[in-house]
Antibody, heavy 121, light 108 residues
Framework: QVQLQESGPGLVKPSETLSLTCAVS?????????WGWIRQPPGKGLEWIGS???????YYNPSLKSRVTISVDTSKNQFSLKLSSVTAADTAVYYC??????????????WGQGTLVTVSS | SYELTQPPSVSVSPGQTARITCSGD??????AYWYQQKPGQAPVLVIY???ERPSGIPERFSGSSSGTTVTLTISGVQAEDEADYYC???????????FGGGTKLTVL
């Protein structure tokens, strides 16, 4: 059974960088699949942030691309999200998930439980 | 930027059929996927590739596609189906994931 678990600070100051890690168990990242980050502001809908392949190739939401970096560490079987210059608008529950490719794109089949990140001074 | 449009809310009585639509210009060329999200929980995939149902999802959940609109149908709605439902697809380039705004299903 594939399991994902997000971790990182629950509070980030405005203008700083949000950093989260997703630990994967039950599946080796280096075996394949894309892995992604999705966020959900309180009371609002889902927003795709970006996805990464085990080789390191990435796809980012164009609206966030200038501030987002997603990386993968196959030795630790985890992948990470960095979002720079955060504002209150970045306050959200952040989910990590596995992405199954169905050409040309695909869907998220396994999700973490999510972690709330609040941007506030 | 590309958008998928869903109605904000749908209400049905138990045992009735709920239909939730999702519209987008690229849907004739891209598959659609549907997720169910209950309060405080992560989304769960209920339909993939327009109309396929993952294992473990009840048969009352089905999906269909017609032109620029895809539809999630829940037949014989049960109280436990009350949740937010999101469609997901790709933009016309096929490189970016897009979610619809979500539909709150209320079981009266």
């Amino acid at each position: 059974q594939v399991q994902l678990q997000e971790s990182g600070p629950g509070l980030v100051k405005p203008s700083e960088t949000l950093s989260l890690t997703c630990a994967v168990s039950g599946y080796s990242i280096s075996s394949g699949y894309y892995w992604g980050w999705i966020r959900q502001p309180p009371g609002k809908g889902l927003e795709w942030i970006g996805s990464i392949y085990h080789s390191g190739s990435t796809y980012y939401n164009p609206s966030l691309k200038s501030r987002v970096t997603i990386s993968v560490d196959t030795s630790k079987n985890q992948f990470s999200l960095k979002l720079s210059s955060v504002t209150a608008a970045d306050t959200a529950v952040y989910y990590c998930a596995r992405f199954t490719v169905v050409t040309p794109l695909g869907y998220f089949d396994y999700w973490g439980q999510g972690t709330l990140v609040t941007v506030s001074s | 930027s590309y958008e998928l449009t869903q109605p904000p809310s749908v209400s049905v009585s138990p045992g009735q059929t709920a239909r939730i639509t999702c519209s987008g210009d690229a849907l004739p060329k891209q598959y659609a996927y549907w997720y169910q999200q209950k309060p405080g929980q992560a989304p769960v995939l209920v339909i993939y590739k327009d109309s396929e149902r993952p294992s473990g999802i009840p048969e009352r959940f089905s999906g269909s596609s017609s032109g620029t609109t895809v539809t999630l149908t829940i037949s014989g709605v049960q109280a436990e189906d009350e949740a937010d439902y999101y469609c997901q697809s790709a933009d016309s380039s096929g490189t970016h994931v897009v979610f619809g705004g979500g539909t709150k299903l209320t079981v009266l």
